[in-house]
């Protein structure tokens, strides 16, 4: 008997060489990554959507401290000292305390120190430390620099406004002129300042310019702080005068007689205090 028949005989042509996909993979091989199209879905009718009730709600900002209300009080205190200034009830060259004045308003030292702060940027007054504010002391010299100061601002507005502002415009600023003269009438020297400054701020505010309204409006509170000479410098019959002033310049104004425009606003300059 052969060998031959007897051996099984493996052909070379029978043997299917392993393919790629059907050699054993490696370890770790055999996870098959998972597609997109073999997870699961989520499926959208599962899903609830988030209801505005269902919504946490945000947190609110914690509501401002009312700071305007303490604002309000500082600006009152401020009207207060102004006018006690004017009045000459601060007298020039004396020292006030914040608590003092505090208890004379009937509040607190803080909003006396503020407003006091401001009389100081404003030249009022200046500060003494650890003892309070000190009421400047000015003198003639100083209000002649003001009232110059004044007229070379206001000089050139006023002209320029007596021929480009029509009549009908003065007349609508006739009842603050004649206000100033009731003011004045009263006697009552800070009355009449903030009727007279009132005047002025109209009068210059035909010009559409808001900075030189700003800019003459302190000039002109400045000029009607009291001197060292006396509280009060001028009586009744200086602030009538001066009031009529006010009706004399507005009729000027309306003739465009520019003449008597710049002599009453310097003459009326000169005499402010």
Request: include cysteine; hydrophobic fraction near 45%.
């Given at each position: 008997?052969?060998?031959?028949?007897?051996?099984?005989?493996?052909?070379?042509?029978?043997?299917?060489?392993?393919r790629?996909?059907?050699?054993?993979?490696?370890?770790?091989e055999?996870?098959?990554?998972?597609?997109?199209?073999?997870?699961?879905?989520?499926?959208?009718?599962?899903?609830?959507?988030?209801?505005?009730?269902?919504?946490?709600?945000?947190?609110?900002?914690?509501?401002?401290?009312?700071v305007?209300?303490?604002?309000?009080?500082?600006?009152?205190?401020?009207?207060?000292?102004?006018?006690?200034?004017?009045?000459?009830?601060?007298?020039?060259?004396?020292?006030?305390?914040?608590?003092?004045?505090?208890?004379?308003?009937?509040?607190?030292?803080?909003?006396?120190?503020?407003?006091m702060?401001?009389?100081?940027?404003?030249?009022?007054?200046?500060?003494?430390?650890?003892?309070?504010?000190?009421?400047?002391?000015?003198?003639?010299?100083?209000?002649?620099?003001?009232?110059e100061?004044?007229g070379?601002?206001?000089?050139?507005?006023?002209?320029?406004?007596?021929?480009?502002?029509?009549?009908?415009?003065?007349?609508?600023?006739?009842?603050?002129?004649?206000?100033?003269?009731?003011?004045?009438?009263?006697?009552?020297?800070?009355?009449?300042?903030?009727?007279?400054?009132?005047?002025?701020?109209?009068?210059?505010?035909?010009?559409?310019?808001a900075?030189?309204?700003?800019?003459?409006?302190?000039?002109?509170?400045?000029?009607?702080?009291?001197?060292?000479?006396?509280?009060?410098?001028?009586?009744?019959?200086?602030?009538?005068?001066d009031?009529?002033?006010?009706?004399?310049?507005?009729?000027?104004l309306?003739?465009?007689?520019?003449v008597?425009?710049?002599?009453?606003?310097?003459?009326?300059?000169?005499g402010?205090s």
């Open positions: 008997m052969h060998t031959d028949d007897a051996r099984s005989t493996v052909r070379t042509d029978d043997v299917r060489p392993a790629g996909d059907d050699a054993r993979p490696a370890y770790g055999n996870v098959r990554p998972a597609r997109g199209d073999d997870a699961h879905p989520v499926q959208a009718e599962n899903v609830r959507p988030v209801r505005p009730e269902d919504a946490r709600p945000a947190v609110r900002p914690e509501a401002p401290r009312p305007v209300q303490r604002a309000s009080v500082r600006g009152q205190i401020l009207d207060a000292l102004r006018t006690a200034l004017v009045a000459g009830e601060l007298a020039p060259g004396e020292v006030y305390s914040a608590p003092v004045l505090g208890d004379r308003f009937g509040v607190s030292a803080t909003p006396v120190r503020e407003a702060q401001q009389l100081a940027l404003e030249g009022a007054v200046e500060v003494v430390p650890n003892r309070g504010f000190r009421v400047i002391e000015r003198g003639t010299r100083e209000l002649a620099e003001l009232a100061i004044r070379l601002i206001e000089v050139p507005v006023m002209l320029r406004l007596a021929r480009t502002v029509p009549a009908a415009r003065w007349a609508e600023l006739r009842p603050l002129a004649e206000a100033t003269v009731r003011a004045a009438s009263s006697g009552c020297r800070a009355t009449y300042a903030e009727s007279d400054r009132s005047f002025h701020r109209a009068v210059l505010a035909l010009a559409g310019n900075q030189l309204v700003r800019i003459a409006d302190d000039l002109h509170r400045r000029a009607q702080w009291p001197l060292v000479g006396g509280p009060v410098s001028r009586g009744r019959a200086d602030l009538v005068a009031a009529a002033e006010h009706t004399a310049l507005l009729d000027a309306v003739a465009e007689d520019l008597v425009v710049q002599a009453l606003v310097r003459e009326h300059f000169t402010a």
